[in-house]
């Protein structure tokens, strides 16, 4: 069975409370299968909303797309066949900003909400862990390619 990464349980929670306090009609949970897992990422949030209360019919999935992009062709799709010409994306800080064009670009508009920044009414999420070097170039590698991916969209016109 596939499980969820700490990151996307985080902004799953997120999408829930925002859905339960009337933010949105639907979750559309988006996410493919990852180096040969059994499950895909939206079956697994599906599993997990549905154990935090959220009703079968309030959800959409689609397992299919892996990358940006193509969840956002995809979600975009989902949205036109149902109506729904506006959405809140929730994702992580970093890859908010590209999400949310990649989806403007597909013809939607958009509120980004990510999931796992503090603010002045929310605490950050707890992280338990040691502060190594290593895990801080880690972190400069991650926003690294973030905005290399940004530029290649923006390139390739995708965003």
Do not use: C, N
């Not at 999400?99 to 950050?124: E, S, Y």
């Not at 707890?126 to 973030?146: C, F, K, N, S, T």
């Amino acid at each position: 069975m596939t499980t969820l990464a700490p990151e996307s349980a985080y902004r799953l929670l997120h999408a829930v409370r925002l859905f339960k306090s009337g933010y949105a009609s639907r979750l559309i949970l988006a996410g493919g299968s990852h180096r040969g897992a059994r499950g895909s990422d939206a079956e697994v949030m599906a599993r997990a909303a549905l154990a935090l209360g959220i009703e079968p019919s309030s959800l959409l999935l689609d397992a299919r797309p892996s990358s940006t992009a193509e969840q956002a062709a995809s979600i975009a799709k989902l949205a036109a066949e149902r109506g729904i010409r506006s959405i809140v994306v929730v994702t992580s800080p970093l890859r908010s900003y590209r999400a949310a064009r990649a989806l403007q670009r597909a013809g939607l508009d958009v509120v980004a909400a990510p999931g796992t920044a503090a603010g002045p009414d929310r605490a950050a999420p707890l992280l338990v862990a040691e502060d190594h070097v290593a895990r801080r170039l880690g972190l400069i590698l991650e926003a690294l390619y973030e905005y290399t991916v940004i530029a290649v969209y923006w390139w390739r016109g995708l965003i």
